[in-house]
């Protein structure tokens, strides 16, 4: 499957949002920086959520000010609802490219969408010196992506080497305590 294969589809911000809630996330948008931006986003997303422009909103803020965590949240929620979206009924671990046919089906760019967040996903565990967890997300991606159209084989790299480091890392703790 050609994961740039868009045929014209609507994405996600196409969906439209309440009134209110598109005036809260341009106010947000507006008082970037500020508590108050926040405040919107949050007060947003209680309105509406299961929209995916309020969870893109609220995860940008988040990754900006460095919020990684909440960042990862909000990833793994549009991850989740991506898939029921798209009838994906196993968790991500469990994703196959029979799964990814499937979803091709009912829509091209929300499969990419959620695979795109897995990525975002991994990269905020690799922010937060957790390789090994980014490494099976990274991994996932690879199996799937065979032809690395998202553009996970660097990614995947790194952490592979991250978590080769830590295993160093950890071996010679274990030594040094044997030592004493």
């Known amino acids: 499957m050609d994961l740039l294969d868009f045929n014209g589809e609507d994405m996600y911000f196409d969906e439209p949002v309440s009134p209110e809630v598109e005036s809260l996330l341009a106010d947000a948008a507006s008082r970037y920086g500020e508590p108050g931006a926040e405040l919107s986003l949050l007060h947003a997303y209680f309105l509406e959520p299961q929209h995916l422009s309020v969870l893109v909103a609220l995860y940008r803020y988040f990754y900006y000010r460095h919020r990684y965590q909440e960042a990862l949240i909000i990833a793994d929620r549009a991850i989740a609802l991506s898939a029921e979206r798209l009838g994906i009924r196993v968790h ?3 994703l196959t490219e029979a799964h990814l ?15 795109l967040a897995l990525k975002g996903a991994g990269y905020l565990l690799m922010r937060q010196n957790r390789p090994a967890e ?6 996932k991606l690879a199996e799937i992506d065979t032809s690395d159209r998202l553009g996970i084989n660097e990614l995947l790299s790194m952490a592979r080497n991250a978590v080769a480091e830590e295993q160093i890392a950890g071996a010679g703790d274990n030594v040094r305590f044997l030592g004493r």
Request: charged share 25%; proline share 0%.
């Open 92 to 94: 991500w671990r469990e």
């Open 101 to 115: 046919g499937h979803s091709v089906q009912v829509s091209m760019a929300l499969t990419r969408f959620l695979l």
């Open 134 to 139: 980014a490494l099976e997300r990274f991994e």
